[in-house]
Nanobody, 123 residues
Framework: QVQLVESGGGSVQSGGSLRLSCVAS????????MGWFRQAPGKEREGVAA???????KYTDSVKGRFTISRDNAKNALYLQMDSLKPEDTAMYYC?????????????????WGQGTQVTVSS
């Protein structure tokens, strides 16, 4: 059964930190491109961070230097460490697995989505 389960969202003040986790079934994980996406109310879903099968990473410009994506292949797990959070980071965050082996932030690459976890940053 295809499954991506996120955890770790919550409410923090500006400047705070959160760590998101995503655990995937073995079939879903499959050592392909994994990523975190987010969607704020009234906005399109956007790629935040991605990590390929070789460990290469990509970040959207607005989170570079503040967010760190990592994966643990032995645990079929994906993580997103978010530091120096800003109110504009407020969104529903989704874990996703793509088709490609290289890292990419494109939503077109995604074939599996998690249910999402809410992140709210207050000023």
């Amino acid at each position: 059964q295809v499954q991506l389960v996120e955890s770790g969202g919550g409410s923090v003040q500006s400047g705070g930190s959160l760590r998101l986790s995503c655990v995937a079934s073995a079939y879903t994980y499959s050592n392909r491109n994994m990523g975190w996406f987010r969607q704020a109310p009234g906005k399109e879903r956007e790629g935040v961070a991605a990590i390929g099968s070789d460990g290469s990473t990509k970040y959207t410009d607005s989170v570079k230097g503040r967010f760190t994506i990592s994966r643990d292949n032995a645990k079929n797990a994906l993580y997103l460490q978010m530091d120096s959070l800003k109110p504009e980071d407020t969104a529903m965050y989704y874990c996703a697995r793509g088709r490609s082996y290289r890292s990419t932030l494109s939503t077109a690459d995604v074939i599996y989505w998690g249910q999402g976890t809410q992140v709210t940053v207050s000023s």
